[in-house]
C-alpha cells in the first residue's frame, strides 16, 4: 500500500490518500486478510496476477456493462478461490523452477 501511495503520489505531484478515489477501504481489508493465507512469494503471485486478472475480467465485463468502477475485492475474492483451488499444483510448478 506504501508503494501505491507513494506512485499516486508521484504521479499527482502531491501527496495522495489512496482510499479517496483509488481504492476502497474493503479492497484494502480484503488484501491485508490475504496475507496470512499465502507465503510471501505465493502472495506476491497472488497479488500481481490476481490484479492482472481483475484487469481483464473488467474489461470483459465492461464490453457488456459498463462501470464507472472496478469491483477489485469482488473479482479478487473470485480469482483468489481459483488460485486456493489450483495452490498445490502451482507450488509443485514453482519448485519445478527453483523458485521457492
Known amino acids: 500500500m506504501s508503494a501505491l501511495t507513494l506512485y499516486l503520489s508521484l504521479k499527482q505531484g502531491r501527496i495522495v490518500n ?4 483509488y481504492f476502497s477501504w474493503g479492497d484494502i481489508l480484503f488484501l491485508l486478510v490475504l496475507t496470512p493465507l499465502f507465503e510471501w512469494r505465493m502472495y506476491m503471485m497472488v497479488f500481481i496476477f490476481g ?20 469491483p477489485y475485492a469482488g473479482y479478487m475474492a473470485a480469482i483468489t478461490g481459483v488460485i486456493l483451488f489450483f495452490q498445490p499444483q502451482v507450488e509443485a510448478y514453482l519448485k519445478t523452477l527453483a523458485w521457492q
Not at 18 to 21: A, K, M, S, V, Y
Not at 52 to 66: E, N, R
Open 51 to 70: 490484479t492482472l486478472g481483475v484487469l481483464v475480467l473488467h474489461i470483459l465485463a465492461h464490453l457488456f456493462k459498463p462501470q464507472k468502477t472496478v
Open 18 to 21: 489512496i482510499t479517496q478515489g
